[in-house]
DNA sequence: CAAATATATTGAACACTGTTCAAAAAACAG
DNA sequence: CTGTTTTTTGAACAGTGTTCAATATATTTG
């Protein structure tokens, strides 16, 4: 039944939607199946007739997510030369988006997945964001010959190593202590990628 | 009195040791309080006579693997030519270490800390790891005029931050898919930081 | 050595976690 | 309204960390 479909995934959102409140608010850490069932005003008991755990629903988050941090990029980059100035203030933006919401980086690239969610394929929704966010300035680079192809590819995988790095030690360690400190290695960091 | 204090420090050691066992075999989803005292041979309650809460007992382990690690790297370019040859041999060591024993990633970079442990600065043991091991190789390149004292400095740090984030996306998402690309984009990694 | 005191160890209890399942409630069909 | 199907639900179970009063073990004293 087509009715059927269409309550089913919004008894689902409803979850969805209560996921994401906890996460940006409180935390990976406060996202329990009682808590998240609470907000949806259903019963923890209800949950499991909609998702087969609550690492499953949580993981349908991502997307959402990835969506939502794309858009803050490009709003906090538009109007910026294209090339090199671009390419920096979108791994800033980036930065800043996760800075902003610590429980979305948990979930992006340190909260296990259950088991085999091949489904969902979180890790490529993650890793590829950084890369699609770039991909127009690295493309304007090559084209202005400032870079070859292969260039882009290598430097391109090392920014996303190097603010992934930067960002699980400045979240989890508070390495570097300050947040100007972590300004400024993203800083050196990025021009040390771009440069040459 | 001192012999209190010596049998304090061995009961201590007992669960210390026990943590290490959990942490290096099934890792850091298997450390529980129950799990540590069963090991350590006492009740779970006996614990809390000894340390204040479970993180402050796991984070004690830290400076042990520290160690671990530094003589596992140092065995493993034992006799590579000093320079960037060794400066290679040892970061691809050091990530050895971390593939080997996952629950040891997880301590040193994940976990969150308790509260305010300034007391065991896990943070600096954890940084400064790195930094240490590759400390006389640097030296040597800019003694021999191969770079400047300020170039090292950036250099480190992002080999740092890179070989961080390559380490979180294996080991949390396995990206790279096979260990064979991980170790292609390791090396990669490494030689684009030194060159140049 | 025996009694009194101090210390160490311990299990019960509490509040949480995720998950399952049978019972209750609601929705739908005839 | 009755009978059937679907949805929702709380009880229950096995786990988690932590606290605390009771017990067992050492140590000190008479």
């Known amino acids: 039944m087509n009715k059927k479909e269409i309550q089913e995934q919004r008894v689902k959102g409803y979850f969805i939607e209560a996921t994401k409140e906890i996460l940006k608010s409180e935390g990976l850490k406060s996202v329990s199946v009682r808590n998240i069932a609470d907000r949806a005003g259903y019963s ?22 990835r969506a939502e941090c794309s858009e803050y990029v490009t709003a906090h980059t538009a109007g910026v030369t294209p090339g090199n100035r ?25 909260e296990k997945l259950s088991e085999v969610d091949n489904k969902g394929n979180t890790t490529g929704l993650v890793t590829s964001l950084l890369t699609e966010l770039c991909a127009a ?19 391109q995988a090392a920014l996303l190593y190097s603010i992934t790095g930067l960002l699980t030690l400045y979240l989890n360690r508070r390495y570097p202590e300050s947040y100007s400190a972590f300004l400024k290695q993203a800083g050196q960091l990025i021009d040390g990628q771009l440069k040459n």
Chains 1, 2 share one sequence.
């Open 44 to 65: 923890f008991a209800t949950l499991y007739n909609y998702f087969k755990d609550v690492k499953d629903l949580v993981f349908l988050c991502v997307k959402d997510f």
């Open 137 to 155: 300035d690295w493309k304007y680079c090559i084209d202005k010959r400032m870079l070859t192809a292969r260039e882009a590819t290598l430097k």
């Open 86 to 110: 671009r390419l920096k203030a979108t791994v800033l933006a980036y930065m800043e988006y996760f800075i902003q919401y610590p429980g979305i980086f948990e979930l992006f690239f340190v």
